[in-house]
Nanobody, 127 residues
């Protein structure tokens, strides 16, 4: 399995931006499809963005389309989540997830599809 560590969370006012980073170690990063999930208190964990091994294909939750961008740098073992125009409803703990994949262009968007998880980073958006 790959080890994942997130960073970049914090407190921001509505309309502001944050960039989350997730660094992976332990295995060949380019072999993994990646995802960003979030979980707010009392709510189920949901996938906000996902990206294929190559970075060619991406997925976004409808409520973040046009505001969030997922990207990866396979040379640096990093995956990013750029979050713009943040809203109070974006407040949650954000988790990075990884799943080794045979397919270069596929992504995953369900929790059960991912085998490795980071510890999470808190994002709080004030109104």
């Amino acid at each position: 399995q790959v080890q994942l560590v997130e960073s970049g969370g914090g407190l921001v006012q509505a309309g502001g931006s944050l960039r989350l980073s997730c660094v992976a170690s332990g295995r060949t990063f380019s072999s993994y499809a990646m995802g960003w999930f979030r979980q707010a208190p009392g709510k189920e964990r949901e996938c906000v963005a996902a990206i294929s091994r190559s970075g060619r294909n991406t997925y976004y939750l409808d409520s973040v389309k046009g505001r969030f961008t997922i990207s990866r740098d396979n040379a640096k073992n990093l995956v990013y989540l750029q979050m713009n125009s943040l809203k109070p409803e974006d407040t949650a703990v954000y988790y990075c997830a990884a799943q080794e994949s045979f397919f270069t262009y596929n992504y995953y968007s369900k929790s059960k599809d991912f085998g490795s998880w980071g510890q999470g980073t808190q994002v709080t958006v004030s109104s």
